[in-house]
């Protein structure tokens, strides 16, 4: 039986996931596969440091290059995160012909295009499975699965923090405050939860996505984000009864030569599959020129959904000796953000005064924006009253000009909140 001789960098929460998977289940696993995956060498930080697994303390080490110039080694596992110095050590471990698997989004997202180059020139085959969507087997559907299409949409709920807040919003009516706070207590939401909730954490996701769905490089730096903090109750009953859900979406669309790259809150219909992705489950959404309208579902974090993607992307890789798939060095043509065209949710709060209605309706159809549908609510105990008017479909330029000048009005207390709407 082939012994598959493995490194990997960190043993934290995913590397003790791996840990359990290889060695819990080897038998399973060499039933499957008829190799053995023996892991050789562990990098850790801390020598001493209590984790989640129990390796043997003659696995661990502090030095990479016991890793990296290791010529036993077949694949090395890079389960660190950040940047650097996880950049350096998997282009050494290119450089040295040893297979690479990586959990890393952010190093993907920010520095991929040198990883998937190298790897590329060299013909060295590389797993990122566990870096979208947890154990979803998105990026191998898209790269094998559905490799006869051409993808024309992806949709995709990729942040289980995001998602528990907003769906704790809708279900029970809380506030974002509380919501945060809950998920915080329940461990699916750090301390410092900026990277979730601004929307940053699902961007680096969609960079990844687009790159295989393109071809080309991920361009993290090209994708339009907003987050989920200014969503307030009102916001979620509203949509409830308009017939839509408010969903954190990552979204990706060709539109001839260009393509739209965005991660914002979107009001989808309560009717879509999507809509009913609650809690910390992920979702991805697409249509293939060839496959039409296909969805996944699962667990898009935690230490055994993830683990078991990357232990998948190890045995992927160790059966394929040069790899073919292949990054395009031409960079996409991005449509620039002012060029969008959807439809809006606006929320205006204004005073009770007659004529402010008229006075926005004025504004928008001057900025060639149509009305579709008018909400407007009783005063409430701050003296505001919210009018909520929904778009049909406008140019963002055109809306972003419209909701500048409407914000200047007398009768206008806050700044207006606008809200996209994709029918799917």
Request: aromatic share 6%; with cysteine.
């Amino acid at each position: 039986m082939k012994t598959i001789k493995i490194g990997m960098l960190g043993c934290g929460t995913v590397g003790s996931g791996v840990w359990k998977i290889l060695t819990e289940r080897q038998s399973l696993l060499e039933e499957r596969t008829g190799c053995r995956f023996e892991l050789r060498k562990i990098l850790v930080r801390d020598l001493a440091k209590r984790r989640p697994c129990d390796p043997p303390a003659t696995l661990l080490t502090t030095n990479a290059a016991e890793i990296l110039a290791d010529p036993e080694i077949d694949i090395v596992v890079e389960l660190m995160g950040g940047v650097s110095p996880a950049i350096s050590y998997l282009t050494k471990a290119l450089e040295q012909g040893k297979k690479i698997v990586t959990a890393n989004k952010r190093l993907l997202a920010e520095r991929g295009g040198e990883i998937f180059r190298l790897a590329s020139e060299r013909e060295i085959p590389i797993g990122f499975e566990a870096s979208v969507a947890g154990g979803i087997p998105i990026l191998r559907a898209i790269r094998e699965g559905f490799v006869g299409n051409r993808i024309e949409e992806i949709y995709g709920i990729v942040n289980g923090t995001s998602n528990y807040i907003l769906s704790g919003m809708t279900e029970r009516g809380i506030g974002f405050e509380e919501a945060l706070r809950e998920a915080q207590g329940k461990g699916y939401a750090e301390s410092d939860s900026r990277m979730d909730i601004d929307g940053d954490d699902a961007a680096q996701k969609l960079a990844i996505l687009i790159a295989l769905a393109s071809g080309r490089a991920p361009e993290l730096k090209k994708i339009t984000v907003e987050g989920i903090q200014k969503i307030t109750p009102f916001d979620v009953e509203s949509a409830k009864r308009m017939g839509f859900v408010i969903k954190l979406l990552a979204i990706y669309k060709v539109r001839g030569d260009a393509v739209e790259a965005r991660v914002h809150p979107t009001f989808i219909p309560k009717s879509h599959p999507l809509a009913d992705v609650g809690g910390i489950f992920n979702a991805i959404f697409l249509k293939g020129d060839a496959v039409g309208p296909a969805m996944f579902y699962g667990q898009g974090a935690g230490m055994m959904p993830t683990a078991s993607a990357v232990v998948s992307d190890i045995v992927a890789v160790s059966r394929v000796e040069k790899e073919s798939w292949r990054i395009r060095p031409v960079e996409a043509r991005y449509l620039p953000p002012d060029d969008l065209v959807t439809e809006y949710y606006l929320r205006f709060s204004v005073v009770d005064r007659p004529g402010v209605l008229a006075q926005i309706a004025s504004s928008l159809g001057s900025h060639e924006i149509s009305i579709s549908s008018v909400h407007q609510y009783e005063q409430s105990v701050d003296a505001k009253v919210p009018i909520l008017v929904m778009v049909h479909a406008a140019r963002e330029r055109n809306v972003r000009k419209a909701i500048e000048e409407i914000d200047r009005f007398e009768s206008v207390l806050d700044r207006t909140l606008a809200i996209r709407v994709e029918r799917l």
